[in-house]
């Protein structure tokens, strides 16, 4: 029972981390090899990934669109 509970916060924190720097596997391995409290401290200290811009191909509008 510990080891599901243990492997069930490890995939919590990568679910969480989906939009962030390292996304889900990154997180989720840094989680599963450290402990999932070093996995949440750095899912809590990165950054989001940056918004990518695109082009309207008819208008060449700027759309932001989110990863």
Known sequence: MIILA???VCFFIAAI???RKFGYW???FCSFFLTPVV???ILLASDR???KFSKC???DYSLVRRI
């Open 6 to 8: 243990y492997i069930g």
């Open 17 to 19: 981390g989906v939009n």
């Open 26 to 28: 990154g997180y989720f």
């Open 39 to 41: 996995g949440a401290i």
């Open 49 to 51: 990934r940056p918004k």
């Open 57 to 59: 191909p008819k208008c």
